[in-house]
């Protein structure tokens, strides 16, 4: 009957090891809106998240892409043209899964610019894996963080705290600039860098607005259903 819904997501929930609900079919024939638009249940949500970030897919997924951006680079030879990579920091080199796990993915301000300030975010191993390789190549490499300037110095010692070394620059977001949307910036940078001469053969982020804007041959989008940045 129209507008009865069966609810069966066992089989899900079981793969992910979640705790199991109980089958049940609603007698409401209501069309609801949160079911037409697929607004997702945000306890459900969240165990969705913690397994995909505990239980291995999160890493399994970073390590897919790695591998595909390694046998991306190794078609090019960076003595032939001033080629650069561009890496988006968190999320991308630094996981903030700490500060996430512990504030159950709530947004604090004044949290997360103590969490960044702490300096404590690991490398996300994949990912440092294929800057690794980029720097071993000889390709230039370029950092844009939407993170504010003010924190560049304690990103810069979190860099160096995970062995992440030898960028051309670690470029940050101005305290100043009032931004609905990174993507003017993030695509101002890369144009600055290109305008330095360099060719963009990849940009690695975790966001849309990371790649959005052009100003590079490939984009690679890496997962993150933690928070999203405009
Ligand atoms: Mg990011």
């Not at 103590?114 to 996300?124: F, H, L, V």
């Amino acid at each position: 009957m129209k507008g009865m819904k069966k609810i069966s997501m066992l089989a899900l929930i079981t793969t992910l090891g979640l705790h199991a609900v109980q089958d049940f079919t609603s007698t409401s024939r209501c069309v609801l809106y949160v079911e037409q638009q697929k607004i997702p249940n945000i306890g459900f949500a969240k165990q969705q998240i913690y397994a995909y970030m505990k239980e291995g897919f999160y890493n399994d997924d970073m390590r897919c892409i790695a591998q595909e951006i390694k046998a991306y680079l190794n078609t090019f030879d960076p003595v032939k043209a001033p080629y650069a990579i561009v890496f988006d920091i968190d999320e991308t080199l630094l996981s903030n899964w700490p500060y996430n796990k512990q504030n159950d993915f709530a947004y604090h301000h004044d949290k997360i610019i103590e969490w960044e300030r702490s300096a404590q975010a690991p490398a996300i191993k994949a990912i440092k894996e294929v800057y690794d390789l980029a720097r071993e190549k000889g390709f230039t490499l370029f950092l844009i963080s939407g993170r504010r300037c003010f924190l560049q110095e304690k990103t810069i010692e979190n860099l160096h705290k995970v062995g992440i070394e030898g960028w051309k620059e670690v470029i940050c977001r101005p305290d100043d600039l009032q931004d609905v949307s990174r993507v003017p910036f993030k695509s101002g940078a890369r144009r600055a860098i290109e305008k330095q001469g360099y060719i963009i053969i990849a940009n690695i982020g975790d966001q849309e607005s990371d790649l959005a804007g052009g100003y590079a041959l490939k984009a690679f989008k890496l997962p993150n259903p933690m928070y999203y940045i405009p």
